[in-house]
């Protein structure tokens, strides 16, 4: 979007599993420019095995299937992409994040993700958490 998140309506619990950690969210984002977005999250007990996500665009929906790659589905037809099934990602993932941090300390190189976009996921989730006790919309802490 672009644009900074400065508002969350959330539900949350733990509802397949038991077990401490939530397992299914339903988030309601609102945008600094006026935008909503939607961020629905569902650990089923039962399930097909794999992971998917789909990224619902004005223009485009990407389908990120873990056992698959990355679909475009516009209209009515997906199109795979070339190159995006990545064989253990999940661990080829960890090595990455672990290797951009020895970097930036070993070399002084950049790190992929800065701490202010760091901040701004922390702010959503502790929102979302917020959100979900009072039953109200949750403005972010350090919104624009």
Same mark, same amino acid.
């Given at each position: %979007?672009?644009?900074?998140?400065?508002?969350?309506?959330? %539900?949350?619990?733990?509802?397949?599993? &038991?077990?401490?950690?939530?397992?299914?969210?339903?988030?309601?984002?609102?945008?600094?420019?006026?935008?909503?977005?939607?961020?629905?999250?569902?650990?089923?007990?039962?399930?097909?095995?794999?992971?998917? %996500? &789909?990224?619902?665009?004005?223009?485009?929906?990407? *389908?990120?299937?873990?056992?698959?790659?990355?679909?475009?589905?516009? &209209?009515?037809?997906?199109?795979?992409?070339?190159?995006?099934? #990545?064989?253990?990602?999940?661990?080829?993932?960890?090595? *990455? #994040?672990? /290797?951009?941090?020895?970097?930036?300390?070993?070399?002084?190189?950049?790190?992929?993700?800065?701490?202010?976009?760091?901040?701004?996921?922390?702010?959503?989730?502790?929102?979302?958490?917020? /959100?979900?006790?009072?039953?109200?919309?949750?403005?972010?802490? &350090?919104?624009?």
């Amino acid at each position: %979007m672009d644009d900074d998140v400065v508002s969350v309506s959330a %539900m949350l619990g733990a509802m397949s599993h &038991d077990q401490e950690a939530d397992d299914t969210a339903l988030l309601g984002l609102r945008f600094a420019g006026g935008g909503l977005g939607q961020v629905q999250s569902v650990g089923y007990r039962n399930g097909a095995a794999g992971y998917v %996500m &789909d990224l619902v665009c004005e223009q485009a929906t990407l *389908r990120i299937d873990m056992d698959r790659g990355t679909m475009l589905g516009r &209209d009515t037809a997906w199109t795979d992409l070339p190159g995006s099934f #990545e064989p253990n990602w999940m661990h080829a993932a960890l090595v *990455r #994040e672990w /290797s951009a941090m020895r970097d930036a300390i070993a070399d002084d190189k950049p790190v992929p993700v800065d701490g202010a976009y760091g901040r701004k996921i922390i702010a959503i989730i502790e929102a979302a958490f917020a /959100s979900n006790e009072t039953r109200r919309e949750h403005e972010i802490a &350090d919104a624009p």
